[in-house]
């Protein structure tokens, strides 16, 4: 299996929209590229774009899409920490962690009332050599 190409175009496309709040964007570009993946990193992009989706479920009051969509994205990135191919995947990791934090705690009764909360929008950070 080759290694993935993180100088593709589509990444850093995918990371602006992400960054900027266009998570159903982020998620058409980046699925476009992870479609084509063969690579041994291809479970980290799906985990990249299942974030978009829970960001977006989030902002649309889908918490348990939300919920769910961060479980699993968390799961497929957290073996590529601390970094892969310039991206802070710990720091994304953490990010997320908090501000998907209060929805994902155990409840008593379905969390309805919980919202997404600007300032803890998580960001993908990447350096390029």
């Not at 590229?33 to 299942?50: D, R, V």
Request: charged share 25%; hydrophobic share 40%; proline share 5%.
């Amino acid at each position: 299996m080759a290694a993935c190409d993180f100088s593709d175009p589509r990444i850093d496309e995918g990371i602006r929209l992400f960054n900027e709040g266009e998570y159903f964007a982020c998620h058409d570009v980046l699925e476009d590229f992870w479609s084509e993946l063969t690579c041994p990193e291809k479970p980290f992009f799906q985990g990249l774009i299942q974030t978009a989706v829970a960001l977006f479920h989030f902002e649309e009051g889908n918490l348990g899409g939300a919920r769910r969509m961060s479980i699993s994205a968390r799961g497929y990135m957290s073996r590529f920490a601390p970094s892969l191919g310039g991206i802070d995947v710990e720091r994304l990791l953490s990010d997320l962690e908090v501000c998907f934090y209060e929805l994902c705690l155990p409840h008593l009764s379905y969390p309805a009332d919980i919202q997404l909360r600007a300032e803890l929008i998580p960001k993908i950070h990447r350096q390029v050599d």
